[in-house]
């Protein structure tokens, strides 16, 4: 297996979001990366909300891309113009494909914000073909128990499969196009190499310890995001003497043109005049609450 290099180190910004709570955001690079097919990443946290300070994404609408959840803390509540309302908790999944639009709304849960406590997640916008953005609007809501884990055989590598395939184990969640998406843990002394077929761009953002990456052994650290060149596997060893965690991210770039303005991601000017006017006339619908 050829093994990827890293490319470009790219490190993550801070930046208020919604309501004014504070992401770490790797993607959109501020050098401007091309990250096709991936739009966003977003850490949230990890922040220890007191009584009344945890705020979210009130009501928002999305159009011709998919956002993706994944909380390792707290508790969130989504509700949405299709009438459909559900709580994400630690380790759940929700990707929510807007397609043509919805209004979306993403708080934290109601006893978060009364009581305060830890809040840690991640929101990945995956951008959609010119084929499928104005599909109906859909949901893959994957609870803890359903996302497919794997260790490697010495046990020092964990891996939630989000999206993909790795250690032998296939991902539950359909994408519209090929997409790699996992969180791997790996504890002190853990080696592992993750095929990532060799059409896709991958991306490795380290949210907690440090990685060396790629057969040179690279530091990526904790806020950092490797952009990987291109080849078949990446290698992926520990540095130091704690446990590190990261995402791990491929497609296969769409290579279309982006028109996106906020929350609509389209290929023409003219498909986000159509978007606003849609959303500021109540074509994409509002909350019933
Ligand atoms: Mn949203």
């Known amino acids: 297996m050829s093994s990827r290099q890293v490319q470009q180190i790219v490190t993550a910004h801070r930046q208020l979001e919604g309501a004014g709570f504070e992401v770490r955001r790797p993607l959109p690079s501020m050098g401007g990366v091309d990250t096709d ?3 966003l990443l977003d850490e949230m946290g990890p922040v220890d909300y007191g009584p009344g300070e945890a705020t979210g994404a009130p009501d928002h609408p999305h159009r011709g891309f998919e956002t993706v959840s994944y909380l390792l803390q707290g508790r969130w509540v989504h509700e949405d113009s299709m009438g459909h309302s559900g709580f994400l908790g ?5 990707w929510m494909t807007a397609g043509s639009g919805v209004v979306h709304s993403e708080m934290p849960a109601e006893d ?15 951008n959609l073909p010119a084929r499928d953005k104005m599909m109906a609007p859909r949901y893959q809501e994957i609870p803890r128990e359903q996302i497919p884990t794997a260790n490697s055989e010495d046990g020092l ?14 991902a539950v969640i359909e994408t519209r196009t090929p997409v790699v998406l996992q969180h791997w843990l790996l504890k002190p002394g853990a080696q592992i190499e993750q095929p990532v077929a060799p059409d896709h761009r991958a991306y490795l953002y380290v ?9 040179e ?5 904790d806020g950092q995001m490797a952009v990987m060149g291109s080849g078949e596997g990446i290698l992926l060893s520990t540095r130091g003497s704690g446990p590190s965690e990261a995402l791990l991210l491929a497609g296969v770039p769409l290579g279309e043109p982006v ?15 159509q978007a606003m006017w849609d959303y500021q006339t109540g074509q994409m619908g509002r909350i019933q609450r």
């Open 37 to 39: 097919p991936f739009l």
């Open 90 to 94: 630690p380790g759940d999944v929700q």
């Open 112 to 126: 978060l914000r009364r009581e305060g406590g830890r809040f840690h997640g991640f929101q990945i916008w995956v």
């Open 157 to 170: 590598a964990r891996v939630q499969v989000i999206a993909g395939e790795a250690l032998g184990v296939q």
């Open 207 to 215: 949210f907690s310890g440090a990685l060396a990456v790629g057969p």
């Open 217 to 221: 052994g690279v530091e990526v650290r």
């Open 259 to 273: 028109a996106r303005y906020g929350p609509f991601v389209m290929n023409t000017e003219e498909e986000i005049r």
